[in-house]
């Protein structure tokens, strides 16, 4: 049950989850016997050329970062989200942590299960995801519990940038915005961008 805000006409609710519009992320680790995990994550943002991400605390991406850093983060396109949805319901744990049980089932080969391919990296030892538009090698510099000890706070940093050609705004080193849309992960359900509105005054891409 909600109540009313009258003064300014909203009401107090209290969703499960706040994933209010952000960029789906699949992060490419290294397993302890070398192989390849790959997972999708729905909490990330940039920080100059560090990237902050929230993970749960007892997942199997979380516990490779903390004994090997190397990672990649790898944006897809709204086009590629059933491959991230086929994603959802692995993991990487065997046998399946207690709160997954039921849900949850293990997959070791993540890629074949998504129907993704992966592709070398040139930096950092775990695979970028072939087809994602921008793949960023990165490193793990800090990996630390949140203040509720549910998830994991990881903070990398960002060592290069694999960016499809058709998305980079001719002779530059600058993203097209016009042409590169993120898979958005809008309260558990899948969006791509609208139409654009305007842009910021420190936009280094200005239209008109």
């Known amino acids: 049950m909600h109540t009313t805000d009258i003064a300014a006409g909203h009401v107090t609710i209290t969703p499960s989850i706040l994933y209010f519009g952000t960029p789906v992320v699949l992060l ?19 920080l ?24 990649v ?26 709160d997954k049980r039921g849900a949850f089932r293990h997959e070791p080969d993540k890629f074949a299960a998504a129907g993704l391919r992966p592709e070398p990296s040139e930096l950092v030892r775990p695979p970028r995801v072939a087809g994602c538009p921008i793949q960023l090698e990165a490193r793990a510099a800090r990996v630390r519990l949140d203040v509720s000890d549910d998830f994991l706070i990881v903070e990398a940093r ?3 940038v694999h960016a499809d050609p058709r998305i980079v705004v001719p002779g530059t080193q600058y993203v097209d ?3 590169w ?12 961008l609208g139409d654009e509105l305007g842009h910021s005054f420190r936009s280094e891409t200005p239209r008109g």
């Open 28 to 46: 490419s680790t290294e397993n302890e016997d070398g192989s390849a995990n790959l997972a999708p994550i729905s909490s990330a943002w940039a």
């Open 48 to 71: 100059g050329q560090v990237v902050v991400m929230g993970l749960g605390a007892e997942g199997h991406t979380g516990g490779n970062l903390a004994a090997r850093p190397d990672l």
């Open 73 to 98: 983060i790898n944006l897809p396109e709204p086009r590629q989200w059933a491959a991230v949805e086929r994603l959802a319901p692995l993991t990487g744990s065997d046998p399946v942590p207690p």
């Open 158 to 160: 960002v060592l290069r």
């Open 177 to 179: 915005p016009a042409l």
């Open 181 to 192: 849309s993120p898979l958005i992960y809008n309260f558990r359900h899948y969006f791509g």
